[in-house]
């Protein structure tokens, strides 16, 4: 018997801190393909080399291959977290990335979806031509104009990877068709997508008899979300423990017997977030930052700060943050060496300064999931089940948090990385595959 060619569908979920592609094999089964050392997600990252041959043709690396280059210190830009910049003035922006060049970001994120589609090219043989891309409820809070440039922007960037048709599918609506594949009675659930860069919530209609629709518009009974999410966890470690070590919320000089004030924060702030690092290192930005000397009454926090700017370390600083707060979820304390900013420098990172940091974030979100239960008319108790989902999900003060909300609802937590990607993949096949 002749096995069934390929179709030439895919789906992906384009995370901001993770992503995964989903292609059907020559049984028409949705699988993720393995993307780095049989790893079926990889860290959305790119890293753009500034030395060796070829410069001109943009040679780059991609997921742990490019944080790794980084790591070493490999000559180059990298770059994390691109899909915060959809919806923000960054897209039309020209960024440096070593060795006299400059690129554009929809070109950054165009060039990591085509390096998406080639994986799958090279697992399945069949280079797709369609896909389902998921997308966040909200690009952009609050902002319905800039949401549909964002999601306009994602589509010509997955056009110009070679993807000729492209629908889109809210992640937490994806995660429940994840969730529904392994149930066998109805429910209605409120899935609690919180990955790298948003926190969203869906309440949906999910059971066996439901799961084959296509259209399943009446089943989702409320959206809701909000920009906030894990970059922002680790923005608010970064500043709570690390940053005053480098002069954030410190006091320059008393001048004229006037009161010291607190000295300039804008740059500890872009520091701490992924997308907006690599503009403190913009040559007019140094030497602003080189003046401000006189507004530090400590001149060791001042040069600290430069060390920090000047050897372009802000993204290793942050993914040291972003490796205690998840030390610290788990209830220890986290040591910072920071030896690299001056001999002997390191900071401690207890859970308590974690929990107090993220507070007033995990209060949001909790606020955001019965905002979403109040927009279906249901009451807390009206949720059967609560499913986690998310690379963040893995915060245990969170989930819990979340949980005690919907005391009622039985609370589930499905692959935190990959549960978006398998519903996205499920969608896909109901939409693309032909019939018979």
């Avoid at 003035?89 to 554009?104: E, K, S």
Wanted: charged letters at 25%; proline letters at 5%; glycine letters at 10%.
């Amino acid at each position: 018997m002749t096995a069934s060619p390929i179709p030439d569908f895919c789906a992906i979920d384009f995370g901001t801190s993770n992503s995964a592609i989903a292609v059907p094999d020559a049984r028409g089964a949705m699988r993720l393909v393995p993307l780095e050392d049989g790893a079926v997600t990889m860290p959305t990252a790119t890293f753009y080399l500034a030395e060796g041959p070829g410069l001109q043709d943009l040679p780059r690396l991609h997921g742990r291959a490019a944080l790794a280059a980084y790591v070493e210190g490999s000559e180059g830009r990298l770059m994390r977290s691109m899909k915060s910049a959809l919806g923000t003035g960054l897209m039309t922006q020209q960024t440096d990335i070593g060795a006299g060049r400059a690129i554009g970001f929809a070109e950054v994120i165009s060039g990591y979806l085509r390096h998406l589609r080639r994986a799958a090219e090279l697992h399945t043989g069949v280079a797709p031509r369609r896909a389902v891309i998921g997308r966040p409820v909200h690009f952009v809070d609050e902002d319905a104009q800039r949401d549909a440039l964002a999601q306009a922007t994602l589509e010509q960037a997955a056009r110009e990877a070679g993807f000729e048709e492209v629908a889109f599918q809210f992640e937490p609506l994806a995660a429940a068709f994840d969730h529904e594949s392994r149930i066998d009675a109805e429910q209605r659930v409120l899935i609690a997508d919180i990955g790298g860069g948003t926190s969203d919530f869906s309440i949906v209609r999910v059971g066996p008899q439901r799961r084959d629709r296509i259209d399943r518009a009446d089943d989702v009974l409320a959206h809701h979300g909000l920009h906030v999410a894990g970059t922002d966890f680790d923005r608010r470690v970064e500043l709570a423990a690390v940053m005053p070590a480098l002069g954030f919320g410190a006091l320059g000089p008393s001048i004229g017997g006037q009161p010291p004030r607190e000295v300039p924060s804008r740059v500890y702030f872009d520091l701490a977030t992924w997308h907006l690092i690599n503009t403190v290192y913009r040559p007019a930005r140094l030497q602003e930052l080189r003046m401000m000397r006189g507004d530090y009454a400590d001149p060791v926090q001042h040069a600290r700060l430069m060390k920090v700017v000047g050897d372009q370390l802000g993204h290793d600083l942050l993914g040291r943050a972003e490796r205690a707060k998840i030390d610290t979820a788990a209830g220890e304390a986290a040591r910072i060496d920071l030896a690299w900013v001056e001999r002997g420098l390191a900071v401690e990172v207890t859970a308590q300064q974690a929990r107090e940091a993220l507070e007033e974030d995990i209060g949001r979100i909790v606020e955001a999931a019965r905002e979403t239960v109040r927009r279906a008319g249901l009451s807390a108790d009206g949720i059967d089940a609560v499913y986690f989902t998310g690379g963040s999900t893995g915060l245990k003060a969170l989930t819990e948090r979340l949980a005690a909300a919907f005391p009622q609802a039985q609370a589930l937590h499905g692959d935190r990385l990959a549960s978006v990607a398998s519903g996205l993949g499920l969608d896909a096949g109901r939409r693309f595959r032909q019939p018979g």
